[in-house]
């Protein structure tokens, strides 16, 4: 808002302005941030299908051994404890921007553990059973963590803000020329700031929207609807 402000103080100031097309710049910044907006949108729909994934993947886990006569009770709750420790690292790795899946793969890991070490009461057909389940849990985590650690393209963003931060040197001079100097001042700085304010406001909002688990946009995924228990 600074720099449209200024840019177009100085253009009135020093009598500059000239008559240029505007395609060329609706194609520099319009299409690249239409095009970002678009795929962090479909990245946050990819990440709710992934979420309820998941979600249904740890429930049915839940379910099976719950219902599972054969199961001792102590060995039910143990294996309730690493389902929700899963759940817990998953929603801790997704709401910090940049974190290590260590802790996660490690809880993805002791049902490994508990099957190997619970081999009296864990019977073949039942392990067969949690590793099919487990995959779509693997599956699931994998797809979120792809989604999370990976966005738009660090250059083409780079790019758009790049473009947006100059085109008020560009637009200024060609609106002054096109409304001509004998029009009030303030049409000129009333289209320049609200021009600009349009594209930052997509700029921020495709920016939201490429990380929407950190729960600071009002379009963020809520993570706590997806826990194990809500």
């Known amino acids: 808002m600074i720099i449209s402000v200024t840019v177009t103080y100085l253009c009135y100031e020093y009598n500059f302005n000239f008559?240029?097309?505007?395609?060329?710049?609706?194609?520099?910044?319009?299409?690249?941030?239409?095009?970002?907006?678009?795929?962090?949108?479909?990245r946050r729909e990819k990440a709710l299908e992934h979420l309820s994934d998941y979600r249904s993947a740890l429930k049915t886990l839940h379910y099976f051994l719950m219902s599972n006569a054969g199961l001792p009770e102590e060995n039910k709750?143990?294996?309730?404890?690493?389902?929700?420790?899963?759940?817990?690292?998953?929603?801790?790795?997704?709401?910090?921007?940049?974190?290590?899946?260590?802790?996660?793969?490690?809880?993805?890991?002791?049902?490994?553990?508990?099957?190997t070490d619970e081999k009296l009461v864990v019977t073949r057909g039942l392990r067969e059973k949690i590793f099919r389940y487990m995959k779509d849990l693997h599956e699931s985590t994998e797809n979120l963590y792809a989604i999370h650690a990976h966005r738009t393209p660090i250059s083409l963003k780079s790019y758009c803000k790049m473009f947006i931060y100059i085109f008020p040197m560009i637009y200024a001079p060609s609106i002054i020329h096109d409304i001509g100097l004998e029009t009030p001042q303030i049409v000129a700085y009333f289209i320049v700031v609200l021009t600009e304010f349009v594209l930052i406001s997509l700029y921020n909002i495709q920016n939201q929207l490429e990380y929407p688990f950190d729960s600071e946009g009002l379009d963020d995924i809520k993570l706590q609807n997806f826990r194990i228990e809500r």
């Open 77 to 115: 709750q143990e294996f309730l404890r690493i389902l929700s420790s899963i759940d817990e690292e998953l929603m801790k790795h997704l709401s910090v921007n940049g974190s290590s899946t260590a802790a996660l793969d490690e809880s993805l890991d002791k049902v490994y553990d508990f099957i």
């Open 19 to 42: 008559n240029i097309d505007l395609t060329l710049i609706s194609i520099a910044i319009i299409f690249p941030l239409v095009f970002t907006i678009r795929g962090s949108f479909r």
